[in-house]
């Protein structure tokens, strides 16, 4: 990935002041900068935007970075250098939060997005999906109907990639159980080591903060993209964050989302460990807003959308740091995949609701619970499919139990075949799957 181009200096000096006072006066096109302004973008792509304007576009850059001062909030993380921020609240930002306050409480016209009774299924495959799609973007190697069939059998991972997706899911689930707790950098090195788990070059470091400089951001060129702050500053730097992710919105009101996108932000940006903060970062985000009270995040892969874009996500990171800390870039960022990643989730239990509905047939021919009958459907859907009782108490979230009666009793009305393999119950297909099948009609 290219660096991005540094924006320039946005000091007005006295020459350019009466050319900013004749740029008022033109009412069209400080309109046409105003719809430029819209994104928010970063200056490359302002720059292009406005190539073709009357007007030079440094002129205009320092135009437009002045009314972003106008609403600016400020943060000030702490007293060491590179460590005050600031964002803007668009009205295009707004409208999503609002969106969100709306639906990731879990109720959408009238009713919740996920139906309650799906609640246990829906969530296993939401943090599958995220899991995979978290460690694939720190270079975990493998497709999602492996790395599924992994965690949905419950089989050791077989190497350094499955052990990152197994690592992530585990610590995902964890983080639920802990959403009312404090946030202490006990919390955050106990995050990083269920995450990193027998994944680093060097065990030592699994849940404890860098003790030398030598880490650094760079492409696959080796070329530097971000030198972290000194290993001497983290301890102040990590009590501030975590002062930061407890503040009460008592006296400086600040959108909980928001406050969620920054703590993800900060923890790359501190780079407290050797490695492994992408996905750290990414399991506070979802702590955070969990313990706001946004329960639906849970059923989020929002990595499954940053990884779509993942050179979109790195740029993010890096138009903050050279646009003067201007969180906004980062902030916009996430909300949009969000916003992609919610609507991903209404699509998705919108087709498995319309699913359900094929199953009917299934189920007034037999006496069968759903449970089966999805599993009778999937048979369907790719006939050489091997199942075990692990892979079925995985997908629909049962004891081990009622998988296995699930599966016998498919088995017993003959749906079903079995065969030992080793200490292993399989089973597949029975011969006469097809004919039962024909006498079933589907919508």
């Known amino acids: 990935m290219k660096k991005p181009e540094l924006p320039?200096?946005?000091?007005?000096?006295?020459?350019?002041?009466?050319?900013?006072?004749?740029?008022?006066?033109?009412?069209?096109?400080?309109?046409?900068?105003f719809e430029v302004e819209k994104d928010y973008p970063y200056w490359e792509k302002f720059k292009h935007k406005t190539k073709g304007f009357d007007s030079n576009p440094k002129l205009l850059w320092k135009f437009i970075k002045l009314q972003r001062t106008r609403n600016i909030s400020k943060i000030d993380l702490c007293d060491i250098n590179g460590f005050k921020f600031k964002y803007n609240i668009s009205g295009n930002t707004l409208k999503r939060l609002h969106q969100f306050d709306l639906n990731l409480g879990?109720?959408?016209?009238?009713?919740?997005?996920?139906?309650?009774?799906?609640?246990?299924?829906?969530?296993?495959?939401?943090?599958?999906?995220?899991?995979?799609a978290s460690s694939q973007l720190e270079g975990a190697v493998t497709t999602r109907e492996v790395a599924k069939s992994m965690l949905r059998t419950k089989r050791k991972p077989k190497n350094h990639s499955e052990k990152m997706i197994l690592n992530n899911y585990l610590t995902i689930k964890e983080i639920i159980s802990i959403q009312k707790e404090q946030l202490t950098p006990e919390i955050i090195k106990r995050i990083h080591s269920l995450m990193t788990k027998g994944t680093l070059e060097e065990k030592k470091n699994e849940g404890e903060f860098r003790t030398n400089n030598e880490v650094k951001?760079?492409?696959?060129?080796?070329?530097?993209?971000?030198?972290?702050?000194?290993?001497?500053?983290?301890?102040?730097?990590?009590?501030?964050?975590?002062?930061?992710?407890?503040?009460k919105n008592d006296k400086n009101f600040m959108h909980p989302i928001v406050r969620g996108i920054i703590l993800h932000f900060l923890i790359g940006y501190i780079h407290p460990f050797v490695d492994g903060n992408g996905r750290t970062a990414r399991a506070i985000f979802y702590w955070?807003?969990?313990?706001?009270?946004?329960?639906?995040v849970e059923f989020l892969s929002i990595s499954r959308i940053i990884i779509k874009s993942p050179s979109q996500y790195a740029r993010a990171y890096l138009y903050t740091e050279y646009d003067e800390n201007d969180l906004t870039y980062f902030i916009d960022f996430n909300l949009k995949s969000m916003e992609l990643a919610l609507n991903s989730l209404k699509e998705y239990i919108e087709r498995k609701i319309n699913e359900k509905k094929n199953l009917y047939n299934i189920l007034k021919n037999e006496n069968i619970n759903e449970r089966q009958a999805e599993t009778v459907k999937s048979i369907i859907n790719e006939p050489d499919l091997i199942l075990n009782i692990n892979e079925i108490q995985g997908k629909f979230g049962t004891s081990y139990q009622t998988a296995r009666t699930d599966l016998l009793n498919l088995e017993e009305i003959g749906y079903l075949k079995s065969k030992l393999i080793g200490k292993k119950l399989i089973f597949f297909k029975s011969e006469q799957f097809d004919e039962k099948i024909k006498k079933i009609h589907f919508v």
């Open 288 to 296: 955070y807003l969990i313990s706001q009270g946004y329960w639906l």
């Open 8 to 33: 320039p200096n946005s000091e007005i000096s006295k020459d350019e002041t009466d050319d900013l006072i004749a740029l008022l006066s033109n009412k069209e096109l400080i309109e046409k900068v």
């Open 217 to 247: 951001v760079v492409d696959v060129n080796g070329e530097i993209f971000y030198d972290p702050p000194s290993h001497t500053e983290l301890t102040k730097l990590i009590e501030a964050f975590c002062k930061f992710a407890n503040s």
């Open 106 to 132: 879990g109720i959408l016209e009238g009713g919740s997005i996920v139906p309650e009774r799906e609640k246990e299924r829906f969530l296993i495959s939401s943090l599958m999906e995220e899991a995979i």
